[in-house]
Nanobody
Framework: QVQLVESGGGLVQAGGSLRLSCAAS????????MGWYRQAPGKQRELVAE???????NYADSVKGRFTISRDNAKKTVYLQMNSLKPEDTGVYYC?????????????WGQGTQVTVSS
């Protein structure tokens, strides 16, 4: 059983910062990519940032220069540092982890954490 536990969401004023964390636990061994997605009300879930096992990262254009993704492999944790937040960053943020075991690919999702940016 694999669980992803997210934390760090909340309410912040525009221009403020938040740091999200997502820790994986359970029988998860070979973690490949770890990432963050978000879903705003009435919109589809979209990629925010993703980091590979080799520490290469990619970001949505809308967050480049403001958000930074990082990971701690020993703790099986991925972080998202969000600076200069804007009201349009509001949404539910989900952690996604891709892993591989016994020749098979697996995908896990967190339960989501709410981020609200007030203007």
């Amino acid at each position: 059983q694999v669980q992803l536990v997210e934390s760090g969401g909340g309410l912040v004023q525009a221009g403020g910062s938040l740091r999200l964390s997502c820790a994986a636990s359970g029988s998860i061994f070979s973690i490949n990519a770890m990432g963050w997605y978000r879903q705003a009300p009435g919109k589809q879930r979209e990629l925010v940032a993703e980091i590979s096992s080799g520490d290469s990262s990619n970001y949505a254009d809308s967050v480049k220069g403001r958000f930074t993704i990082s990971r701690d492999n020993a703790k099986k944790t991925v972080y998202l540092q969000m600076n200069s937040l804007k009201p349009e960053d509001t949404g539910v943020y989900y952690c996604r982890v891709r892993a591989r075991a016994m020749g098979l690919n697996y995908e896990y999702w967190g339960q989501g954490t709410q981020v609200t940016v007030s203007s």
